[in-house]
């Protein structure tokens, strides 16, 4: 089972920078796609970006121009990095590895706070 740990995450102010980093307890070669999600209060979890395992990257149209989604293949990390970070980022950012067949994992995720 895969164990993912998500950190980097806090009180930002708007237009600020962050940058969110998932470790995961196998390689993350292993998964088909990596991914970041997020969940804002009272709203259902939605896909923020993705990395496919042969290197293919999909952003949320909202985040496009402005997050940096990455891999690191032998620290077994993947990264979110969020510049011009808005009000509307606000939200529980979690890390997520689709092993298609062999079962879809989840951290338990990191706060991002966008406040001035």
Do not use: H
């Amino acid at each position: 089972q895969v164990q993912l740990v998500e950190s980097g995450g806090g009180l930002v102010q708007p237009g600020g920078s962050l940058r969110l980093s998932c470790a995961s307890s196998e390689s993350i070669s292993e998964s088909y796609v990596m991914g970041w999600y997020r969940q804002a209060p009272g709203k259902q979890r939605e896909l923020v970006a993705t990395i496919s395992i042969g290197g293919i990257i999909n952003y949320a149209d909202s985040v496009k121009g402005r997050f940096t989604i990455s891999r690191d293949r032998i620290k077994n990390e993947v990264y979110l990095a969020m510049n011009s970070l808005k009000s509307e980022d606000t939200a529980v950012y979690y890390c997520n590895a689709d092993k298609r067949t062999l079962g879809n994992y989840w951290g338990s995720g990191t706060q991002v706070t966008v406040s001035s």
